[in-house]
């Protein structure tokens, strides 16, 4: 897909770069560095809509018209309860015991943003899928932290790694969205700028 605009990825990850890549979008990357907090009253899906339109809002300061902007976020869920990027090797285990043998959420919120009319304008879209885990053994975690070292993801693991392909039973939903990106989305919020 063709775009009027000059497309700007505002992340560092390599699987969402991928993502547009593997569709044909030729883009430039812009690394954000945010506070990825929210209030503690949102709801699971308010909350990666917000996060995704906090990276917005800090693309659009570098964006000039005739740019369009990507932010996403993603997001694991259990029982009410957020499960961020894991800070070290103690708090990964500790997610990945909590998901092994159960279900949790991945809500994923993605925002295009252009400022051809002189202040930011967002459009954020939101998906929600359920991942089943089946147990993982104390040895399968401790591999997976070692190896893999997922402390750039949120939950502490990614699906298309080796513990996704071991252990991951089924997920209920768009799998691009748990990767990292809802391509599907990402197409609908970019056919106005298509050409």
Do not use: C
Request: proline share 5%; hydrophobic share 40%; aromatic share 8%.
């Amino acid at each position: 897909m063709e775009l009027t605009h000059e497309l700007i990825l505002g992340s560092q990850s390599p699987r969402r770069a991928a993502f547009l890549a593997d569709l044909g979008l030729e883009f430039r990357t812009h690394p954000l560095h945010i506070d990825e907090s929210a209030p503690a009253h949102l709801s699971s899906v308010e909350v990666a809509a917000h996060v995704s339109e906090l990276k917005a809002q800090a693309l659009s300061t570098h964006l000039i018209p005739g740019q369009v902007g990507i932010t996403s976020d993603t997001e694991v869920w259990q029982n009410g309860k957020r499960f961020g990027k894991p800070s070290n090797e103690k708090n990964a285990r500790e997610m990945l015991v909590a998901l092994s043998g159960t279900k949790h959420e991945v809500v994923s919120g993605l925002t295009v943003v252009s400022v051809d009319h002189g202040k930011p304008e967002l459009t954020t879209e939101t998906s929600r899928v359920n991942v089943h885990f089946t147990a993982v053994p104390e040895w399968a975690i401790d591999y997976y932290i070692t190896q893999f070292k997922p402390f750039d993801k949120a939950g502490a693991y990614g699906i298309q790694e080796w513990i996704g392909a071991g252990f991951i039973e089924r997920i209920e939903g768009n799998y691009n969205s748990v990767v990292g990106l809802d391509t599907s989305a990402l197409f609908r919020l970019l056919l106005p700028y298509r050409k």
